[in-house]
């Protein structure tokens, strides 16, 4: 099985920055995406962004050109860089990883979800 752990939510005033980091453990065999989805009260969980284990990214539009997801395959983190935050970012923010880990002597896939971690901007 595999864990995720995220970090670096917390209260920022608006065109503040925050980073979150997630970092993946356990049975890893290989993580093909990496992403970050954040829900508001009320509302659905939607996409923020994800990344391939080659680097390439896809960004919902509502923060094209203020986040940059990034990651560390060695380390099997991504991060969030979140940049010129608005109040309408204040959600609880989940990493999502997808890959195949180890289940005895075979390799599965898996699409893991850590517990969240929340961010909240203030105007």
């Known amino acids: 099985q595999v864990q995720l752990v995220e970090s670096g939510g917390g209260l920022v005033q608006a065109g503040g920055s925050l980073r979150l980091s997630c970092a993946a453990s356990?049975?890893?065999?290989?993580?093909?995406?990496m992403g970050w989805h954040r829900q508001a009260p009320g509302k659905q969980r939607e996409l923020v962004a994800t990344?391939?284990?080659?680097?390439?990214?896809n960004y919902a539009d509502s923060v094209k050109g203020r986040f940059t997801i990034s990651r560390d395959n060695a380390k099997n983190t991504v991060y969030l860089q979140m940049n010129s935050l608005k109040p309408e970012d204040t959600a609880v923010y989940y990493c999502?990883?997808?890959?195949?880990?180890?289940?005895?002597?075979?390799?599965?896939?898996?699409?893991?979800w850590g517990q969240g971690t929340q961010v909240t901007v203030s105007s």
């Open positions: 990344i391939t284990s080659g680097g390439s990214t």
């Open positions: 999502n990883a997808a890959g195949k880990y180890y289940s005895g002597s075979y390799l599965r896939f898996g699409d893991y």
């Open positions: 356990g049975s890893i065999f290989s993580i093909n995406f």
